[in-house]
């Protein structure tokens, strides 16, 4: 049985989930897929389906009833994962965002340098993003580094969402008790695993913005993970008192 699988959660990834599943399963290295789709309008999880007679015991898929939110669709994969007894767990877009073939980096950083969770990190070397408004990158730059200032975290890109779990942090991390849903998800999920002390490595990668359908980012979704961050480590704070 192949030890790493890449949860891809979707909502209306028609245009892209074809080509970024057989990226995947391009790469060297073997990795097996679970799309969480929260129930596509555009049918991305008939695609899926179809694709599931080519890549029979590769390629999974979770539908759920409605559109609940990132958090939750990782969550649910990651239960998925976990029950499946998988070893190492990768969050990945299905855009292209984030490139198919740096998984195997995560997964060194992971497997052969001793981390428990790797990050592919936009901001540990400089700003490599592409594609993206200049104040696009300076509000996801800032933001990072507002996180990093407020909970003491010694992480350049907390709001990565390209990212590999060894299945102990995943176990060890209550997920019926993880809050946010949306872009503090990502923050959260990695606050977790810094105050239970795992050992967390970022791998540079670069981070090209999507050029095939919406992005998913709201008002709403940045304004969680402002206020959200501050309510997160106070109660950290009380927690330990």
């Not at 596509?40 to 979770?62: G, H, N, W």
């Not at 190492?88 to 001793?114: I, K, Q, R, T, W």
């Not at 592919?120 to 408004?133: A, D, E, I, L």
Request: with cysteine; aromatic share 12%; hydrophobic share 40%.
């Amino acid at each position: 049985m192949r030890d790493s699988i890449v949860i891809i959660p979707t909502y209306n990834e028609i245009e892209n989930i074809e080509a970024i599943i057989r990226a995947v399963f391009s790469q060297e290295k073997d990795f097996n897929i679970l799309v969480v789709d929260d129930n596509s309008p555009d049918l991305t999880a008939l695609k899926v389906k179809a694709l599931q007679k080519e890549f029979p015991e590769r390629l999974f898929l979770e539908v759920r009833q409605g559109k609940s939110g990132l958090g939750t669709a990782y969550i649910h994969g990651f239960k998925w994962c976990l029950k499946h007894a998988y070893q190492y767990v990768f969050e990945m877009d299905a855009d292209f965002s984030h490139n198919p073939s740096d998984l195997v980096h995560l997964y060194n950083a992971c497997a052969n340098n001793g981390a428990d969770l790797s990050i592919g990190s936009r901001y540990v070397k400089g700003v490599n993003v592409v594609n993206w408004p200049m104040n696009r990158v300076l509000m996801s730059y800032m933001a990072s580094k507002y996180v990093r200032v407020i909970t003491g975290m010694k992480i350049h890109d907390t709001t990565a969402g390209f990212v590999c779990y060894k299945r102990e942090v995943l176990e060890t991390i209550n997920l019926d008790k993880i809050k946010f849903v949306g872009y503090a998800f990502q923050i959260e999920m990695k606050f977790k695993a810094y105050i239970k002390k795992f050992k967390i490595e970022e791998v540079p990668v670069i981070f090209t913005d999507r050029t095939k359908g919406e992005s998913k980012l709201s008002s709403g979704i940045i304004s969680e993970a402002i206020f959200g961050v501050i309510s997160m480590k106070l109660k950290s704070i009380f927690k330990r008192q």
